[in-house]
């Protein structure tokens, strides 16, 4: 049974498609071909096709395997790697003030028991 394509934004559409058109043109400029890739890659040939049709059904894993076959796996370690947002996110709560842990009443007197006292 075929993997069922997540639902997806036109721009994350449009982003996947044109990932796909650049790791064609990638193998097209190394001069391989389908069956080259897809068999270094470890898939079959239409599955290839689909990751160079963008397709959103295709796993992570796979895209993967393509990039190291041709040479461009170190391009997703770019992913994620400078997050302004998500730094000033985490700057915001470092900033942020906490109050002290409120103290522990003893229950025992503050002063202590005099020679003739039993505690």
Do not use: C, I, W
């Not at 069922?4 to 391989?32: C, D, H, I, N, W």
Request: charged fraction near 30%; charge should be positive.
């Amino acid at each position: 049974m075929p993997a069922k394509a997540p639902t997806l934004y036109p721009s994350q559409s449009r982003m996947t498609v044109a990932l796909g058109q650049r790791l064609r043109e990638a193998r097209l400029r190394r001069r391989f071909t389908v069956t080259q890739v897809a068999e270094r890659a470890s898939v079959s040939r239409p599955t290839l096709n689909k990751v160079e049709q963008g397709d959103p059904a295709v796993t992570l894993g796979t895209y993967l395997r393509v990039l190291a076959v041709l040479g461009l796996e170190h391009d997703l370690d770019q992913v994620a790697a400078h997050d302004p947002v998500g730094r000033r996110l985490q700057d915001a709560e470092l900033n942020v003030p906490r109050r002290a842990p409120k103290r522990k009443k003893l229950d025992s007197p503050s002063a202590p028991p005099s020679e003739g006292e039993t505690p």
